[in-house]
């Protein structure tokens, strides 16, 4: 068995779940990588209720997380966490592609 192209962290997928009862409805994390930011690629994300046809779904414990096709190249192997620290609470990617970052991790280079 080979391992997911990407995997979603307990907390990622808790708090997706967590996000999506307060709101009511089916929610997902939607994970795309713009061109900009500081350091050239930018981690962008959002909360949807339906896929699109090329997106790859990741789930764990009841949570999704979709990440489109284009985007998927430059983020294989990385994990989709959610840290709540003194700096404040975000979702974060783990991205071993990822050559360096900017000091807030939103934006990285390959």
Partial sequence: MTEPAITLSAAAAQRIRTIADAEGRDLMLRLAVDGGGCSGFQYKFDLVEAGEPDDLR????????????????????????????????????HNPNAKSSCGCGVSFSI
Wanted: glycine share 8%.
């Fill in 58 to 93: 990741i789930e764990r414990d009841g949570a999704a997380a979709l990440v489109d096709e284009v985007s998927m190249v430059l983020l294989k192997g990385s994990e989709i966490d959610f840290v709540d620290e003194l700096a404040g609470a975000e979702f974060r990617v």
